[in-house]
């Protein structure tokens, strides 16, 4: 008996364990596809923070090694809630601050990370579709061992 590569297939693609199956697994894979992108902009929030972190140090230490002037002294209680020591002590909380937020913005990725690789690891595992495939084989090849042969017909003796 010969089968039909193509007819079979169709027959095994248009089961309707298996169409369930694949559209699970194109779930799965667009899980981890999202959760592969969830990584990826976690990670980009960290480099944001990042460059906020040198930004209050930069600013914290600007010029440190030179005294401000009475007149900007002045000009700070003018224009800004307290003087260059209060200035100092605001980007200092500022830099703990960030420095906090990168912390807990590494554990998301961590955590990113983590769920990316279980999604993963439970989509190899995963033999549903492979199942539902080889049983609609042998469904096909049981109905092509039941289909009358085509030639002739033995002839008795």
Not at 4 to 28: G, M, N, T
Not at 102 to 116: M, N, S, T, W
């Amino acid at each position: 008996m010969t089968i039909d590569d193509k007819e079979q297939s169709l027959f095994v693609e248009a089961q309707p364990a298996v169409i369930a199956a694949k559209k699970k697994h194109r779930q799965r894979w667009l899980a981890i596809s999202e959760a592969d992108r969830n990584i990826i902009q976690q990670a980009r929030k960290v480099t944001s923070l990042l460059y906020a972190f040198e930004l209050c140090i930069d600013k914290m230490y600007c010029d440190s090694d030179k005294q401000l002037s009475e007149e900007e002294e002045n000009l700070l209680r003018a224009y800004t809630p307290g003087d260059s020591e209060r200035w100092f002590f605001d980007y200092n909380n500022a830099q703990e601050a960030v420095q906090s937020a990168i912390v807990d913005q590494c554990r998301k990725v961590g955590l990113a990370d983590f769920q990316h690789r279980k999604l993963k690891e439970e989509n190899e595992s995963c033999e549903e579709l492979s199942v539902a495939r080889s049983a609609a084989q042998k469904e096909y090849q049981q109905l092509q061992e039941q289909k009358p042969k085509r030639g002739r017909p033995p002839t008795k003796k």
